[in-house]
């Protein structure tokens, strides 16, 4: 049986002088794995098992400051 809850979670960085490739795909990996831990403690928080269909969004803010949002989404299932 499949209890299914939708589920977005966002990990948000500010960027400063990233010239390097190297160090910006480090953040962004990083990024992302606080965006699943993130979304994983809320699936276990509403009683899921497991998160199916994940998938991420960035978004790039520019201005005086720089900021990566990351989100990763899935929906939480029950798996018996």
């Known amino acids: 049986m499949l209890d299914m809850n939708s589920l977005s979670i966002s990990s948000r960085k500010e960027i400063r002088g990233v010239n390097e490739i190297q160090a910006y795909t480090k953040e962004v990996e990083s ?6 831990i ?3 403690e809320k699936a276990t928080q509403q009683g899921a098992n497991a998160v199916v269909g994940l998938r991420y969004s960035s978004t790039l803010t520019t201005g005086s400051s720089s900021f990566l949002n990351i989100t990763a989404y899935g929906t939480a299932v029950i798996i018996e």
Do not use: G, H, P, S
Request: hydrophobic share 55%.
């Open 38 to 40: 993130r979304l994983k």
């Open 31 to 36: 990024m992302q794995q606080i965006a699943v």
